[in-house]
C-alpha cells in the first residue's frame, strides 16, 4: 500500500475501533504520548479517549458511524488528515429515546516512526448537529430556551449532555465560530512543514 492507502486505514480503522468498542484497536491507532481534542475529552488519547464516553452515551445504546473519503495531505513522515464524520447515537431523554445526529471534521496529525504510521493527535470540529425521537411522533419535551442558547454547531450533543447530568463548554471548536477552527489548520499545516 502506498502512505495515503496506509495512513487513510489507519483514520478509517480508528473510527471503526471507537464505534465498535474496540479499546485495545483504538488505543493501538495513536502514539502513547498521542492527545484528543473533541467537546468532552481534552488530553492524552490513552489516559481520557480510550474506553471513556460522554455521560450522555449509554453502552447499551447503539452507536453509529459514517464517514468520508479522507483527505491526506502528505510531507515525508508526516501528514495531516481531514476526515468528514457523521455520527448518530441513540440517548436517554427523559423516558424517551431520542437519537443525536451530529456532523464534525475530523483532523488528525498522524506520524511514520520506523516502519509504522500511527496518530499523535486527532481534533474534532463541531459543523452542525440534529435532534429526534426515537418513535416519530413523540414529544421529547425539549427545553426550547437552553437549546436556543447553545452553539449551533454543536447544539444537541451540548443539550443532551447537560440534559444527562453533565457539562459542556460555549468555547469548543465549531464551524459557527470560525476563529475556534483557524488555530486547528495552523496547527496540522505546521505539523507538516
Not at 70 to 81: D, E, M, Q, S, T
Request: glycine share 8%; aromatic share 8%; net charge neutral.
Amino acid at each position: 500500500m502506498s502512505a495515503i492507502e496506509t495512513i487513510s486505514q489507519l483514520v478509517l480503522w480508528e473510527r471503526q475501533a471507537r464505534g465498535r468498542g474496540l479499546n485495545e484497536a483504538l488505543a493501538n491507532c495513536y502514539w502513547p504520548e498521542a492527545t484528543v481534542t473533541t467537546s468532552w475529552s481534552t488530553g492524552n488519547a490513552r489516559a481520557t479517549f480510550v474506553g471513556q464516553r460522554p455521560v450522555d452515551y449509554a453502552t447499551s445504546l447503539p452507536l453509529v458511524g459514517r464517514y468520508g473519503a479522507p483527505i491526506v495531505h502528505l510531507n515525508g513522515k508526516r501528514a495531516y488528515v481531514e476526515l468528514p464524520s457523521t455520527t448518530k447515537h441513540w440517548v436517554a431523554l427523559g423516558d424517551n429515546i431520542a437519537i443525536v445526529e451530529s456532523f464534525m471534521r475530523l483532523i488528525y496529525c498522524v506520524e511514520k516512526r520506523g516502519d509504522e504510521w500511527k496518530i499523535s493527535d486527532m481534533t474534532a470540529i463541531n459543523e452542525a448537529d440534529t435532534l429526534t425521537p426515537e418513535i416519530p411522533g413523540t414529544d421529547l419535551h425539549i427545553d426550547q430556551a437552553l437549546a436556543k442558547s447553545l452553539r449551533a454547531s454543536y447544539r444537541f450533543l451540548a443539550y443532551t449532555r447537560i440534559k444527562a447530568g453533565g457539562q459542556i463548554g460555549q468555547d469548543g471548536i465549531g464551524v459557527d465560530r470560525p476563529e475556534t477552527v483557524a488555530p486547528v489548520y495552523a496547527k496540522a499545516q505546521a505539523w507538516i512543514q
